[in-house]
């Protein structure tokens, strides 16, 4: 008797032919067309990208960051964590104290300190401020911050099994701790104006189009990286651990894997993105307080991954790029309607679409090419209408005999 040969499945590439020309039309998108429609285009014209909608796209591409992380440790790993906003928030503030060290003495109190410190009659830097003249250190300190503060709290979480809605709640605990510790002047970090009013990053003018060009191209890159980071990551052995530990973590355990090592890598590779993602965002934005760490910056952040369409990886960027420019319209037009939209979209989104837009689009997409592919095989599909000359399929049956 022979034994077969076992052998492991072909593995996916990273990305379709398809999806590559969809890649390469957002890299030139990023790279090339906004910076020519928005530096060489004369402002009159109507093709002519301003510098409003720069810092809109920018800020949102970075929002999409959060989301991707989101997607990462929601969509494929089955945790919902509404804690990503301090960490997005704490990248914020280790870019923030870089730049308020950048003002130097061209402060409102032409101190080498930040005016804040100087209004609060501070005569010192505190230790932590001890690196953030260096902006090789600051970049260290963007990824150490987030991924220590997760690796810590997630190695005592997941550690102790803690799961569910249970898991979700101390998440937003601990964000809201974190907001009222900022809250306070004497920790340093500005209090609850935060930090504002930048005016260089790495000695050069932060308020010039080519600073503002220069920043939003390295969100949109970041945003492209990320993306097939992810993408490799998910289809790896180990995206295919994440995947059943979402959906049967007791049999992960029976099989012989510690979900420990994959939940709490994954949590703090989410975090880190997010503090990135956060760094990027404070210089475009212009300023950093500990709002940023509001419980309701984190729920929306979960939001934006479930009306993309969770588990998906586009979808929660698309999901960011509609809920984000659907409210910087409304807070225009119509501002007090702005959290029942909101509202109502996550619940409809709850109901109706449990796999959100990316969802509905695919799904559209595999009903009519399973229609195109039945009317070519002389198939119809259910419900179609027998053409004359055609028999109608018989009905189908059940295990038992029975009609289905």
Known sequence: MTMKKFQLPAVAPLLARKAWSVFLLALILVGVVAPAFNLLVPAGSVFHLSDYAIALIGKIMCYAICALAMDLIWGYTGILSLGHGLFFALGGYVMGMYLMRQIGQDGNYKSDLPDFMVFLDWKELPWHWALSDSFIATLILVVLVPGVIAFVFGYFAFRSRIKGVYFSIITQAMTYAAMLLFFRNETGFGGNNGFTDFKRILDL???????????????????????????????????????????????????????????????????????????LYVPQVGIINPGEMSAANSIEIAVWAAVGGRGTLIGPIVGAFLVNGAKSWLTVTAPEFWLYFLGALFIAVTLYLPQGVVGLVRARQGFLKHLRHSRESGNPGPGSPVKPGMTAPPPSTDQKGGAA
Do not use: N
């Not at 060009?213 to 990286?225: N, R």
């Not at 993408?231 to 049967?248: F, H, Q």
């Open 205 to 279: 003018p932060i308020a010039t189009p080519g600073m503002r060009m220069g920043l939003f191209v390295i969100t949109g890159l970041t945003l492209l990286g990320f993306y097939l980071f992810s993408r490799w990551l998910v289809g790896s052995k180990y995206g295919r651990v994440l995947l059943a530990i979402r959906d049967a973590e007791t049999r992960v355990m029976f099989s012989g894997y510690s979900p420990l090592p994959y939940k709490l890598s994954i949590w703090v590779i989410s975090a880190v993105m997010c503090g990135i993602a956060g760094a």
